[in-house]
């Protein structure tokens, strides 16, 4: 059995209102307008951004937090 870390376990949060949406649509009858697809985009587009989008290494120099006179 594979571990996951918690970046790759928090995608199934993220992904809950796709799913709701989705079972509303066909459990209950709900209509899906434009607005449901653009969150639907804006959705996966958060996810792909957090997970999958290399960071750069932060080259900045640190700064010391002792105070000279």
Not at 55 to 63: D, E, L, R, T
Request: charged content about 10%.
């Amino acid at each position: 059995m594979i571990a996951l870390g918690p970046s790759k376990a928090a995608i199934i949060y993220y992904t809950l209102p796709l799913f709701s949406g989705l079972f509303a649509f066909i459990f209950l009858n709900e209509e899906i307008n434009i607005v449901h697809f653009y969150s639907v985009v804006l959705i996966i587009s958060g996810i792909f951004i957090t997970n999958y989008v290399s960071q750069k290494p932060n080259k900045a120099k640190p700064q010391s937090c002792i105070l000279q006179p």
